[in-house]
């Protein structure tokens, strides 16, 4: 380093000490968005499973895991293995666990105690917390959520089906910890199971897999179990990425407006012989050194963050997380960001700065702002470049299609934000009419429309996220699938453990009119789907759907008593199916057909949580969840629809039985809508960050003529409107400009989406962008600028 | 308020009355007397010229008179009434109809063109956009200005900002202009054209507080205040400083 640059260097450090507050700025403007990413990613470490965590969760210690279904199974799949492979059997069937006034639904698991110890074919696959697994017939090891619900410890007893056992642990599955699991040693007796072999020691897993599979066998291998894309990585540094862009341009607004400040003191520098390189390497060299800062203070904050919620995040996810540990790699990636980001904002205004000639410089004038057209020029190519990324990304369905949408989302951020300052120019030549305030508002930001233009970018980059999720919201919303209701409204679906016993808790204390399983009907363990013609006119089209086995209840459930006579009558009933089918086969999951009935259609109600066919019972067919399903929601129907105040009693019966919950309508109306609140929350917060750094940066600067105008006799509200005036317009262009910008990705994703989608302009969230941050960053200036409100002072001596 | 442009036989009463003024900026040993104490009077149609070497408190003592700073003892009247028992809105109020200021430079909004920057006091006092330009036009043609009406301050000459600054400050009912080295960045031509229109402007009735360092601007005064660390310590009436309006002072 040449002795000239290092005099540079330290006056710009020195510059960095003598104003505290534009460093801080700079510093936290590259600290957050660094912090977000550090968190955001070791919490992802922490709390998604790794590759060898997913292949324990699958397989425990196995090469293969043949589902061997019953005894005839397990016998022709051991066949076909060698003798000296090691095998466990891992047998799952669903049961109920009672204690007197008590009776939950559980998920049984039975495995030799061995197996699950060290070296066991079964390490990991479950987890015996305290106590000891299971060794005797009438012993058993249960979840937590079972234990608490029913009220029992260690050592107590429990009923299992119909036989008393001895509680001798405490089991939870480490990735499913709220699983109503039940652990037994030997296998009950009055409990149907499903048998799978675990099998390990195997010289070729793949050659004796595909030997397995000949026969017909259903076969998993360990090698093809897991796997991890590191998509969630990438889309938290988009995220963070994006946050640190949005920085970017106020930290360019920042430098430029401390360098117009110091504009005399770089004439000076340059009068006694420092070159402009000199000035503006020293100058960037100062930004790294902040970005330095800010990236060591974001890590220190994201790691402390991730660091303070790890003890909760098992509580959270229903998991055993890992152990708390940062990837250097992505720290280090987020601080080099951070930094990039901070040197790329501070270069521009450091190059203007200097370029300026000498006398100028020393002069203290403001130097001439060059015109806006060729920005506007080059903000348009950006634009038409944007969108031709995004059509190219959209059409090529491959693996670069996301990179391509990505880029072309920033090109035409970036693009209309270039095109800002011109359209500021020629705003502030059409003012002529405006009230005094906004006149004076909409010249100013004419004048200053080279540091102005970065932060109307800046907000157009957040507000244009949320036009993006918006439009396409709404665009999804026009399905046909979105017009219909998660469930009916007068319907109470209860879920989980005890969902039994708190249904019917519910039914006879809200009088419900109806109560019923919400199964899907099975053959041998094998789901039943209705197959039928689909209802447009091609008939070789055909849809599935999954069918319940009517009952009483289900049919009142579903408001279908009247179409008892088409069940009893041997026929199925549609609920709601449009279309020409006359009839429906009923198929099992192998694509048997195992019966074609005479399709009657029904109007009712169709929801996402119910079926849309309903058969009669017959022979060949069960009621209820097949083996290793879910646990069985059950419905609960009123006779009015479900009111907040009735949810909220019916969530505290739920309450009393762990593992339970209460689930209706109320709560999926409009989901996408949370969603969506969500994004334009972050979004307005960023936005209103970035206008109040804006106001902060331009008020310093626009001091002087706040002090003329306080000379002329402009009232205090008058100062007040104009600095409201002020953020209100660069917000409310920004936000204006966010629709189009937001519009580009929007358009690339629906083109992208596996459904055909029509794009849809959110005229409701579009009108909230346009007024809502306008509204909201003048109400705050006003507000703060009544704090402080610039006096008429500072004359000469 | 009241109408300060002399007219008819009304009593006398100063349009600026300083007594007994000081102002003292900072507590205990740190405490520098600016100015003080101080008193004189300006009658209508009068222009003082007020001289002093640097730091003399030649500013402080304008920006005491046009209510920008408040005295630590005494009391300032304008236009009979004193400034210390006005409200900020009646200052404001103050500013945008009795008072009008010419500074060295940083006159102008430069987000204004010049008819909007003189028009500016009368838009601010609730005058209609048309009235308000009508009248600044009128005061432009005043300053030989109106040809240039729609340019902005950047685009004017350092003379031509200050004459649109006059024309500001006089625009309206306002009588007292208070100039604080309104010719100090202009060139001895320009700055000669300056004081003319000031002297016409007083000549017509309406009053002006200078501050200069120039003798040869301070001879277009009808008197002449002297300060030095603060305090009055001479004054010259018409005639008595020993240069010519236009020659060179001493």
């Known amino acids: ?797 | 308020m009241m109408e300060l442009v002399r007219s008819g036989e009304e009593p006398e009463v100063p349009v600026l009355a300083f007594d007994a003024i000081s102002r003292v900026y900072g507590d205990g040993a740190k405490a520098v007397r600016a100015l003080g104490p101080v008193s004189f009077e300006v009658q209508h149609g009068e222009l003082i010229a007020i001289m002093g070497p640097s730091g003399s408190g030649k500013t402080t003592l304008l920006a005491l008179a046009g209510a920008l700073d408040e005295p630590s003892e005494g009391q300032v009247s304008v236009a009979g009434r004193d400034l210390a028992g006005l409200s900020a809105k009646e200052l404001s109020e103050m500013r945008r109809r009795v008072i009008g200021f010419v500074f060295q430079d940083l006159n102008l909004l430069p987000g204004l063109t010049a008819l909007e920057n003189v028009a500016l006091p009368l838009e601010l006092d609730g005058a209609s956009l048309q009235e308000a330009r009508r009248e600044a036009r009128e005061a432009l043609e005043r300053v030989e200005l109106s040809s240039l009406a729609g340019r902005f301050p950047d685009d004017l000459s350092g003379g031509e900002q200050q004459r649109v600054a006059i024309a500001r400050a006089f625009v309206g009912p306002r009588a007292l202009l208070l100039a604080d080295e309104p010719t100090g960045a202009l060139d001895s031509v320009t700055g000669e054209l300056v004081m003319r229109l000031l002297r016409a402007q007083c000549d017509a009735g309406r009053t002006a507080v200078l501050v200069t360092h120039d003798a040869a601007h301070a001879a277009w005064a009808d008197r002449v205040l002297f300060l030095r660390d603060g305090r009055l310590i001479d004054e010259a009436a018409d005639g008595a400083l020993s240069v010519s309006r236009g020659g060179s002072g001493s």
Request: hydrophobic share 50%.
């Open chain 1, 1 to 797: 380093m040449t002795t000239a640059l290092r005099a540079l260097i330290r006056v710009e450090l020195r510059q960095l000490r003598r104003h505290p507050g534009r460093s801080w700025l700079v510093i936290l403007l590259v600290a957050v968005p660094v912090a977000a990413i550090v968190g955001g990613t070791t919490l992802l470490s922490i709390t998604r499973a790794t590759v060898e965590e997913q292949k324990t969760r699958a397989m425990g210690r196995a090469d293969l895991r043949v589902i061997a279904e019953d005894a005839d199974g397990v016998r022709a799949a051991r066949a076909l293995l060698p003798s000296d492979a090691r095998v466990a059997e891992l047998r799952g069937g669903r049961a109920h666990v009672s204690v007197p006034g008590r009776r939950l639904a559980a998920r049984v698991q039975v495995v030799r105690p061995g197996a699950l110890e060290a070296g066991g074919l079964a390490e990991g696959l479950l987890v015996v917390e305290s106590g000891r697994a299971p060794v005797a017939a009438r012993e058993l090891a249960l979840a937590p959520v079972l234990l608490a619900g029913l009220e029992r410890a260690v050592g107590e007893t429990v009923m299992l089906g119909e036989n008393e056992y001895e509680i001798s642990g405490v089991v939870v599955d480490p990735e499913k910890l709220d699983l109503p699991l039940v652990l037994c040693g030997d296998a009950p007796d009055d409990v149907p199971l499903r048998t799978h072999l675990l099998v390990g020691a195997l010289s070729d897993a793949a050659a004796i897999a595909g030997r397995l599979r000949t026969d017909d066998r259903r076969v998993v291998e360990r090698a093809a179990v897991g796997g991890q894309d590191g998509f969630e990585e990438l889309v938290i540094f988009v995220i963070g990425g994006l946050g640190l862009l949005e920085a970017a341009f106020v930290i360019a607004a920042a430098f430029a407006v401390g360098l117009r400040r110091r504009q005399r003191e770089i004439g000076l520098l340059q009068s006694t012989g420092a070159s402009g390189g000199g000035i503006r390497v020293a100058m960037v060299t100062s930004a790294g050194a902040l970005a330095l800062v800010g990236g060591a203070l974001g890590t220190a904050v994201g790691t402390a963050v991730a660091a303070a919620l790890h003890p909760f995040l098992d509580g959270w996810n229903g998991r055993r997380n890992g152990v708390f540990e940062t990837s250097a790699i992505h720290v280090a990636s987020a601080v080099a960001l951070g930094v990039v980001v901070a040197l790329a904002a501070a270069l521009w205004p450091a190059r203007t700065a200097t370029r300026l000639p000498v006398r100028v410089a020393l002069s203290g004038r403001r130097p001439v702002t060059a015109g806006s057209g060729r920005w506007l020029m080059t903000g348009l190519v950006a634009i038409g470049a944007g969108i031709v990324s995004v059509l190219i990304g959209a059409r090529g369905g491959n693996t670069t299609a996301g990179t391509l949408l990505l880029a072309g989302s920033v090109l035409g951020v970036i693009g209309f934000g270039l095109s800002s300052p011109w359209i500021l120019d020629q705003l502030a030549r059409r003012a002529t009419g405006l009230p005094l305030a906004w006149r004076l508002a909409v010249r100013d930001a004419g004048r200053f429309r080279a540091r102005n233009g970065p932060v109307v970018t800046a907000v157009l980059a957040g507000m244009s996220v949320s036009v993006t999720v918006a439009a396409l919201l709404a665009s999804i919303r026009t399905l046909p699938e979105f017009e219909r209701s998660m469930m009916r409204d007068d319907w109470l679906i209860v879920e989980g453990a005890g969902a039994g016993e708190v249904s019917r808790a519910l039914a006879e204390e809200l009088e419900a009119l109806a109560r019923a399983p919400l199964a899907a009907t099975h053959a041998r363990g094998a789901p039943i789907v209705a197959r039928y013609s689909s209802p447009d006119s091609d008939s070789d089209a055909t849809q599935q759907s999954w069918v319940a086995s009517a009952s009483e209840g289900l049919l009142a459930a579903l408001d279908a008593e009247d179409g008892a006579g088409v069940l009893a009558a041997g026929g199925a009933l549609a609920l709601s199916v449009d279309g020409a089918a006359e009839v429906v086969e009923l198929v099992t999951g192998t694509g048997r057909v195992l019966e074609t009935l005479a399709l009657e259609r029904f109007e009712a109600n169709l929801t996402h949580r119910g079926p849309r066919m309903v058969v009669a019972p017959r022979d060949g067919l069960e009621a209820g969840p097949p083996p290793g399903s879910e646990l069985v929601p059950w419905v609960v129907r009123l006779e009015a629809p479900v009111t907040p105040a009735v949810l909220e009693r019916a969530r505290v019966l739920a309450a009393g039985v762990p593992g339970t919950t209460v689930d209706a309508d109320l709560l999926h109306r409009s989901p996408t809508r949370g969603f969506y609140r969500v994004v334009l929350l972050v979004c307005f917060a960023t936005g209103l960050v970035v206008l109040v750094v804006a106001t902060a940066l331009s008020s310093v600067e626009s001091a002087s003529e706040a002090r003329i105008l306080a000379t002329v006799g402009a009232t205090p509200a008058l100062l007040r409107g104009h600095l409201a005036a002020r953020t209100g317009y660069l917000a409310l262009l920004g936000c204006v400009l966010a629709i189009p910008a937001g519009m580009i990705p929007a358009a690339g994703l629906i083109l992208m989406a596996p459904v055909p989608l029509a794009l849809t302009v959110p005229w409701t969230e579009v009108l909230i962008t346009v007024v809502g941050l306008p509204a909201t960053a003048y109400g705050g200036a006003w507000l703060l600028a009544a704090l402080r409100c610039p006096a008429p002072a500072g004359l000469r001596d």
